[in-house]
Structure formats: structure tokens, C-alpha cells
């Protein structure tokens, strides 16, 4: 058995799913520096607490379940409106761009994130 993770979902309890069964298949994240390009005072902006930061996964099962959720973490002086953590474990007819659009307006997060999040997908074949 490897790792375990606990996964809050939104309007349920949370989940523990093993991570070797569960893996990751989109992964993004962000925060909303407005800064200079200079990576040192992004960085140390960071460190400092002073960013919102927020992430969004897709995790998928080998049987074709699907988990979508995210985390948005509130720096100093953040003015967000939403949930810190949310997530979908997706029911039969749920496509997983429209989890990624419910979930990252539950959390707050920009809508590029979300965009981003759908790019990462792995791609349709057609």
C-alpha cells in the first residue's frame, strides 16, 4: 500500500485514497503575485505569507473514477471570497472540464487557473 491521502470534497465527508491508485492526471497552481519578474522577491514574498496561493488536481482511478479538487490559501490582506478546499468525486455523466470550472469557482481562483487546468488534461485522441 502506498501513501495515503485525505481529500476534503465539497458538501461530503473527505476521502482517503491510496496515491499509487489515484494518480495525478492535471496538475496546476498559481497565486497572484503582482510583482516584478525578480524571483527573489517572489520567493520572498512567498516565504512571507504575503500571496494567495492556489492549486487545482485531477486524480483518476484505473477503474475511471475521477477526483477533482484544489486548495486556495489566503496570504496577508487577501480579500477572497470562497472555500479554502473543494472537491468532486465525479458521478456517471460528470465530464471533468466541468468539475474543474465548479470546483475552482467554489474556491475563488482566477478563471485562467481553470483554463490551465483543462489544458493540462491529457489530450482527446480523435
Do not use: C, F
Not at 5 to 15: F, K, Q, S
Amino acid at each position: 500500500m502506498g501513501k495515503q491521502r485525505t481529500i476534503t470534497l465539497t458538501g461530503r465527508r473527505p476521502v482517503t485514497i491510496d496515491e499509487d491508485e489515484w494518480p495525478i492526471i492535471a496538475k496546476v497552481s498559481d497565486d497572484n503575485w503582482t510583482g516584478s519578474e525578480d524571483p527573489a522577491l517572489h520567493n520572498q514574498a512567498a516565504q512571507q505569507g504575503q500571496l494567495d496561493e492556489y492549486t487545482l488536481r485531477v486524480r483518476q482511478h484505473a477503474d475511471g473514477r475521477t477526483i477533482v479538487y484544489g486548495t486556495y490559501t489566503e496570504g496577508w490582506h487577501s480579500d477572497h471570497d470562497g472555500l479554502s478546499r473543494a472537491g468532486e468525486l465525479l458521478s456517471a455523466g460528470d465530464t471533468i472540464e466541468d468539475a474543474l470550472k465548479r470546483v475552482g469557482e467554489t474556491l475563488g481562483v482566477p478563471e485562467q487557473l481553470i483554463a490551465d487546468a483543462i489544458a493540462d488534461l491529457p489530450a482527446e485522441r480523435l
